[in-house]
């Protein structure tokens, strides 16, 4: 029975984890030599945790499934597939029901028992859960950071800028967002690209010179909402 590998990698997990691409290809060859699974090629996209929409290389793994082409598909880590769980067990279901197992290394499944599916949606829903967790803990430090006025970030939020490791207000900035909410409160039916017309009549630029772009009033307005 034939199987593909997926492999998929981000600049992160080379610099931070050495999840290389290669590795994951030795990894994968071993793997099916083990448990004498003919692999048929491996697939890859050497992008970080993007939509599996436009990920050519999964694409292909989805095409060759779909068409059954392929009995077995391995990757080295479940989240090679998808950040999200929920998304990852879409796909596990959607091949378990045209007879495409899943298999993954690290975690030790193997979908085509039933046992093998019990264990997977477990991890799936612990690997969520401890994303969750990290952030839900990242903001909560964020907010404490903000609470104190020390910078989170290389660059303030617009209306503020860095003293040090203080964030205080950005004087200039401040009054351009007060003529903002203002325009926004006298002229409610005006689109974001009215506001920021309006502001760069009134002398009001981004800290590049230029005029507000759409995106960037909607973030000044929820910003003072």
């Known amino acids: 029975m034939k199987a593909i590998g ?14 290389s691409l290669e590795m994951q290809v030795k990894k994968i060859k071993e793997y099916c030599k083990l448990h004498e ?3 048929a090629g491996i697939y890859g996209d050497a992008i970080s945790g993007k939509a599996i929409e436009i990920r050519p290389g ?9 068409r059954h082409r392929i009995q077995h598909v391995i990757v080295w880590k479940l989240d090679r597939l998808a950040r999200k769980a929920l998304d990852t067990l879409k796909i596990a279901e959607a091949w378990d029901k045209i007879g495409v197992a899943l298999h993954s290394i690290t975690d030790k499944i193997d979908t085509k028992s039933a046992i093998g599916r019990l264990f997977f949606t ?5 690997a969520e859960f401890e994303r ?17 006025g020390q910078k989170t970030s290389s660059q303030a939020p617009y ?8 964030v205080v207000e ?4 401040q009054e351009c967002l007060v003529v903002l909410q203002n325009l926004r409160e006298i002229h409610p039916s005006w689109s974001l690209r009215d ?21 960037c009033i909607k973030v000044m307005l929820e910003a003072r909402a």
């Open 6 to 19: 997926y492999i998929r990698v981000s600049t992160d997990d080379q610099a931070e984890n050495g999840v």
């Open 37 to 39: 699974i003919e692999l």
């Open 58 to 66: 999964f694409q292909a793994v989805m095409w060759m499934a779909e």
């Open 122 to 126: 477990m991890q799936a829903a612990l």
């Open 132 to 148: 969750a967790l990290i952030v839900e803990r990242t903001q909560a430090a964020m907010n404490y950071l903000k609470a104190k």
């Open 159 to 166: 209306g503020y800028r860095h003293e040090g490791n203080q």
């Open 170 to 173: 950005n004087d200039r900035e």
């Open 195 to 215: 506001l920021g017309r309006s502001l760069a009549n009134a002398g009001f630029k981004n800290r590049n010179g230029n005029g507000f772009a759409p995106g």
